[in-house]
């Protein structure tokens, strides 16, 4: 009869291997574990059966249920689109200002503007319209084409400098790279422009610059054109940065922003809602 040899320290028996004085313990792995592991082979196989699993060159097997996920996704995105039918065409055939004066239609046109407003309108304009150097604040009174819901709508439209046959285009001359205006007509042109800022008149030799290169654009008093999408130069409010350099600047070598049309990227219930979300912002005139 063999005998039995113990480990002194554990009092488990050893197998009988042993490699440079280590010895081998007999602890076979509990049954708990095995039982789960003989579970686990169970449940796949029947998995493998039951459901989609095994691809081929052209196909995978279907499974006894034939289930499908994306048939799952399509049947609920046909419920979701069903259900949204009776409002899309309340929509389609609605302007958008009488979206606005609708009650339902404006609780869903907002619902629905601010998330297409944070995927596509926040990356540039910020959470809220908060806007960012270059990129225009949308909860100010400050708007180049208009701040009426319909002019807000035309310019999300169409764009700015963008791809559309109607986008909003407007540009300044770059007055001092094109040697329209020398240095010291710039620094008065600009100093003009600062004092409208601020409320006062001006020197009278800068106003006649004034009046000769920018009040096409601008305005007689500074307060922009929205027909040609002049900014207004009274409200304090700089796209590119504030002070006398900022403004000598863009007068120089003028920086232009563009906005991508949107007409063709979103549907038309799409833009609507975007509109009426970005009027309510604040700034809507």
Request: net charge negative; charged share 20%.
């Amino acid at each position: 009869m063999a005998t039995v040899e113990r480990d002194p320290l554990t009092g488990t028996e050893t197998t009988g291997h042993e490699w440079d004085g280590i010895k081998e313990l007999n602890s076979p792995i509990p049954r708990w574990w095995v039982f789960t592991l003989w579970v686990c082979i169970v449940w796949g196989i029947g998995y493998v059966i039951v459901y989609p699993a095994w691809p081929s060159l052209s196909d995978y097997t279907r499974g006894f249920f034939g289930y499908s996920s994306r048939a799952e996704l399509a049947s609920e995105l046909a419920q979701v689109k069903a259900s949204r039918a009776g409002w899309l065409k309340r929509f389609e055939e609605a302007s958008v200002v009488d979206v606005a004066k609708d009650n339902e239609l404006l609780n869903y046109a907002m619902a629905g503007g601010r998330v297409i407003f944070a995927d596509n309108c926040a990356p540039c304009h910020g959470s809220g319209g908060a806007g960012a150097k270059g990129y225009p604040v949308l909860a100010d009174d400050d708007w180049l084409w208009g701040g009426t819901l319909e002019q807000v709508h035309e310019t999300i439209r169409v764009g700015v400098r963008g791809t559309h046959d109607d986008t909003r285009d407007s540009s300044m001359p770059k007055f001092g790279v094109d040697e329209a205006l020398d240095k010291a007509q710039i620094a008065a042109v600009a100093d003009y422009v600062l004092a409208l800022a601020g409320g006062s008149a001006g020197d009278a030799a800068a106003k006649e610059i004034y009046v000769e290169q920018c009040e096409g654009c601008h305005g007689e008093d500074g307060k922009g054109l929205h027909e040609s999408g002049g900014p207004n130069l009274t409200d304090g409010i700089w796209l590119y940065g504030e002070g006398r350099d900022a403004v000598m600047a863009q007068i120089n070598n003028p920086k232009h922003g563009v906005m991508p049309t949107w007409e063709g990227r979103l549907d038309g219930v799409s833009i609507k809602q975007v509109a009426i979300y970005v009027h309510s912002l604040g700034g809507g005139q």
